[in-house]
């Protein structure tokens, strides 16, 4: 029987939250948890093989030109009986996904704590340069949950691209292989010692300047919008029942999570779908040749700018980021929940 408190066992329940920081939790605890548990690594690994789907159809539209067919179909029958090239490179991410989410948890957390701790002590204590203005430096804290949320983000998603960008190159290039090449040379180790052969060490960072590029903004926004809506609806997620018919508080807390989530995965995709597009191309090639000269981030984006190449697999990146930032991001707070140094979960 759990020993938890009772505003722990109400935030278990969707009845309430519970601020959670990186200095409140058992890191030890947090990882295992995150990585042996059933709570990580079985979610974690069923909501990669639910929506990679999402991502291969992404990735194989970027890549096309136009009046090229993307290889993928959104019929039901087509799906099922070519199931196996939806799910191309998934070994790769699930393989990588671990020491990847470890980086970018800790990155997450800890700069979270220490951007929002450090800017509530400025504008509460506001210099004494500025103490004329301490009234209207201080009606910006409301600001410090976004912004914070949102630095922490871009700074995180920064951090994991050493371990995210070989397992983008790697993954993206199986996924877009000709059916015939695939049989001979479509494994992990093959497409590695491809690279390696044809570009060196370096060729599994191809892309890297610009994944840097896409990942910052990407987190940031993501990040920050999210955390700012779900503030801004707490209003509406924490509101006391009445007892007359009103929605249920855990109803509302999966109005506000999906609702936030989906918010943000708008709002990324939106202003770094180019970047991502450009990114994926010089990855992968967008003909996915070796016999034809490479091309360069610049004559990539001067091609697709005279096509609507720039937007191209939008749709499935906001699905997908929406429907795994809704189903992470609520079992990820559950989790830090249970990490924290004063509860008891056994």
């Known amino acids: ?21 990186w200095s409140d939790m058992d890191v030890t605890r947090l990882y295992s948890i995150a990585d042996a548990d059933l709570l990580g690594t079985v979610m974690y690994s069923a909501l990669t093989v639910a929506l990679h789907p999402l991502t291969v159809a992404k990735i194989r539209r970027q890549i096309m030109r136009e009046g ?25 991410v699930v393989g990588l996904a671990i020491p990847a989410r470890i980086l970018y948890i800790s990155t ?24 004329t203005y301490s009234t209207e430096i201080s009606g910006l804290l409301p600001l410090v949950t976004p912004f914070s949320g949102g630095i922490s983000g871009g700074l995180a998603a920064v951090s994991s691209q050493v371990i995210v960008v070989p397992m983008d190159v790697v993954s993206q290039k199986l996924m877009v292989m000709e059916e015939k090449v695939y049989k001979s040379e479509g494994s992990a ?25 896409t990942s910052l903004p990407a987190g940031t926004i993501w990040w920050g919008t999210y955390t700012g809506m779900r503030d801004k609806l707490c209003v509406f997620e924490c509101s006391e029942d009445d007892g007359k018919g ?9 109005i506000v999570q999906v609702a936030s989530a989906f918010g943000a995965a708008t709002a990324a995709s939106l202003a770094t779908q180019p970047l991502d597009t450009i990114k994926t191309r010089l990855q992968v090639g967008a003909n996915n040749s070796s016999t034809k000269p490479r091309s360069s981030p610049r004559s990539i984006a001067k091609e697709l700018i005279s096509t609507p190449g720039l ?17 992470l991001s609520a079992a990820y707070e559950v989790l830090k929940l249970v990490s924290r140094k004063d509860y008891d979960y056994l």
Do not use: C
């Open 246 to 254: 009103v929605t249920p508080r855990v109803a509302r807390q999966v």
């Open 68 to 92: 090229q067919p993307t290889g993928t179909s959104s019929h039901t029958g087509a799906f099922l009986n070519n199931i196996g090239q939806h799910y191309r490179g998934l070994g790769v």
């Open 311 to 327: 937007y191209k697999g939008l749709l499935p990146r906001i699905v997908h980021m929406g429907v795994w930032g809704s189903v």
């Open 189 to 213: 180790m093959m497409v590695v010692k491809s690279i390696i052969r044809t570009d060196g060490w370096l060729g599994l960072y191809r892309g890297l300047g610009l994944s840097l590029l």
């Open 108 to 131: 997450l957390e800890y700069s979270r704590e220490k951007f929002d701790t450090s800017a509530r002590y400025f504008l509460s204590n506001p210099p004494p340069a500025l103490a």
């Open 1 to 21: 029987m759990s020993s938890s408190t009772p505003d722990q066992q109400g935030y278990l329940m969707g009845w309430r939250k519970v601020d959670t920081r």
